[in-house]
């Protein structure tokens, strides 16, 4: 896909800090309908298993083919729409997704519910990573971690409204309703991304599949990808067990894990938009600020959450801190390969997924061994440890010097 850079340093031609607000919504709208159909089934997972008639493991099955169907899906759908308009390329990724959710409503069985969640998350990797160099594109270069961040904001919104509604969709309604939801959501995004985004050109060049690997083959781009991975699974070391971790340590009713958990996703939403604003400033110097905080909040956990209140202080610090990353690793990426920035984009968001297994399967090591969350705790802190550890190692290459991101119209 040979992209000519742009200088980055203005927005793109026609499109001023004001207008890009439209686009900027539109794409935070698709974020929201993904993160709600990725993380809803985790609280469907009950209705879903007994409608399906299948044990409770079978169900939780269907979240681990959407991560695989993210991580393999994100470069092949990526490569595949790489000659497309992009505006053009996420409508019909929507769309896709909206297919999805309505397959996912109407499955009869086990079997067709799972080929119907892998379609759906074929969409996801390919939104998300042509999404942000949109975003990128749309605005000025000092700004656009922050325009990442807004595309992202759908997500953490989506854990703090999408998924309890979900949920409350499917005690109320069934789960078939909820999945039938989520799919208006994305006939909304593509009407929104219709309307709001600027219809670009298709790009004549032949996509050049080799030189595109050739990029992503560099070490500052391997390092950031690792980065990724690695500050993705010190995240999920606690995300996954946080149920039992917060009954462990707070002694939290399941009414209090609810409430406790709208607090992450409040921690997330503020970690996202104060990570993007920081990253315009420096990249690497947030990283290293909140990978630190995300380690030190780790550790102290198990010491906070002995009260209730000191575990709803440490969860939004820690859920602050841990999306704080997302915006700078994004950016990270996506500036280390000018030259195939959505292909990297995309594959990010796989790496992201990737992370997610690592950590689940981290904490789940840890607790075989007979040591208890508190070890999990600190499995996840060393984890963000080797990502500090990689930052400041790849902040030192002469290869890591800033580039533009190439153009995306």
């Known amino acids: 896909m040979h992209i000519q850079p742009s200088s980055a340093a203005e927005p793109t031609p026609g499109t001023s800090p004001t207008s890009s607000a439209w686009p900027l919504a539109a794409l935070s ?55 497309w308009p992009r505006r053009r390329a996420l409508v019909l990724l929507m769309a896709i997704f909206t297919l999805g959710n309505l397959l996912s409503a109407m499955a009869p069985g086990y079997a067709s519910l799972m ?38 904001l759908g997500l953490t919104l989506a854990n703090i409204g999408g998924v309890p509604a979900a949920t409350w969709l499917s005690d109320s309604l069934g789960w078939r309703a909820s999945f039938a939801v989520i799919a208006t959501l994305g006939v909304l995004a593509m009407a929104a991304v219709r309307m709001a985004l600027p219809p670009g050109q298709t790009l004549q ?56 958990l709208a607090l992450v996703g409040v921690g997330f939403t503020v970690g996202n938009t104060v990570g993007g604003k920081l990253a315009d400033r420096s990249v690497d110097k947030t990283l290293v600020g909140f990978l630190l905080l995300v380690a030190a909040s780790m550790v102290a956990f198990p010491w906070l959450a002995t009260s209730k209140l000191g575990a709803a202080i ?22 280390s390969a000018a030259e ?14 990737l992370g997610n297994a690592i950590g689940a399967a981290a904490g789940a090591i840890v607790l075989s061994s007979g040591l208890g969350y508190q070890s999990v705790m600190l499995a996840g802190a060393g984890l963000a440890a080797l990502a500090l550890a990689l930052v400041v190692w790849s902040a030192r290459s002469p290869a890591a010097a800033p580039r533009p991101v190439a153009e995306c119209a």
């Open 29 to 83: 709208i698709g974020a929201f309908g993904i993160g709600t159909t990725e993380f809803g089934p985790m609280g469907m997972l009950l209705d879903i298993a007994k409608g399906v008639e299948v044990s409770i493991p079978s169900a939780g099955l269907l979240v681990s083919a959407y991560a695989i169907g993210v991580t393999l899906g994100a470069p092949f759908m990526t490569l595949l729409l790489g000659r």
């Open 340 to 353: 195939a920035p959505a292909l990297a984009s995309s594959i990010n968001i796989g790496a992201f997924n």
């Open 205 to 260: 060049a032949p996509i050049d599949i080799r030189g595109e690997l050739r990029v992503l083959r560099r070490p500052v781009v391997v390092y950031g990808l690792l980065t990724t991975v690695l500050s993705s699974a010190a995240m999920f070391a606690l995300y996954t067990y946080i149920n039992p971790v917060l009954k462990t340590f707070a002694g939290a009713t399941p009414g209090e894990i609810t409430g406790l």
């Open 314 to 335: 440490g969860l939004v610090v820690w859920g602050t801190a841990a999306f704080a990353l997302v915006p700078p690793v994004q950016m990270k990426v996506m500036r």
């Open 115 to 152: 080929v119907a969640r892998v379609v759906t998350s074929l969409t996801h990797g390919a939104f998300f990573g042509i999404g942000a160099v949109v975003a990128a594109s749309l605005v000025p270069r000092e700004k656009q971690a922050s325009a990442v961040a807004t595309m992202f």
